[in-house]
């Protein structure tokens, strides 16, 4: 079977919301999802791979391990988050709200290359908002990875790369 496959079989619907817990419990799956994030990101010299709070921390501490890199969280306002910190506000989300996103100021300088990596991507919104955190920390952003793409292919998220591992229509509407 494919990662595909795999990532569709072990998926759920639950109450309306989708259930991707489970594939971060099994260990040979979690492991290939990690592998499909960081292969296409490979040659691009990722020094930083960046996490949106909360389950994309996850996926940031284990690409950043494969990629040899460090792992940068972006934080929501109001959680815990020591020293200075640059703030942008996104766009209104699929929920239609927008949400404060933070990062420690000087953890990032214009010499590190830096993947943003999320389980999914669906308005873009966060992705935007990590975009923009990176970039006016002066560091370049090498692309960003999804586990699932729920993003309407006519929005341009001006990103120099975009990789998924499974478009969201795959895994079947919610109920």
Do not use: C
């Amino acid at each position: 079977m494919s990662l595909q496959d795999d990532l569709v079989a072990s998926f759920s619907w639950v109450d309306g919301h989708a259930n991707i817990w489970p594939w971060f419990a099994n260990t040979d799956l979690f492991a290939a999802i990690v592998e499909g994030l960081a292969r296409p990101f490979e040659g691009d010299r990722v020094t930083r791979v960046v996490g949106n709070e909360a389950r994309a921390f996850l996926l940031a501490g284990a690409v950043a391990r494969r990629l040899n890199a460090g792992v940068v969280p972006i934080r929501k306002r109001g959680a815990l988050f020591p020293g200075e910190l640059v703030s942008t506000t996104t766009a209104a989300g699929y929920r239609g709200r927008t949400t404060d996103l933070l990062l420690q100021d000087g953890v990032l300088s214009g010499s590190d290359r830096v993947l943003i990596v999320d389980d999914r991507l669906e308005t873009g919104s966060q992705v935007k908002g990590a975009v923009s955190l990176v970039r006016e920390a002066g560091a370049h952003v090498a692309g960003v990875g999804v586990i699932v793409d729920d993003s309407d292919p006519t929005v341009d998220l001006q990103l120099p790369k975009l990789h998924s591992l499974i478009r969201a229509e795959l895994l079947g509407p919610s109920r």
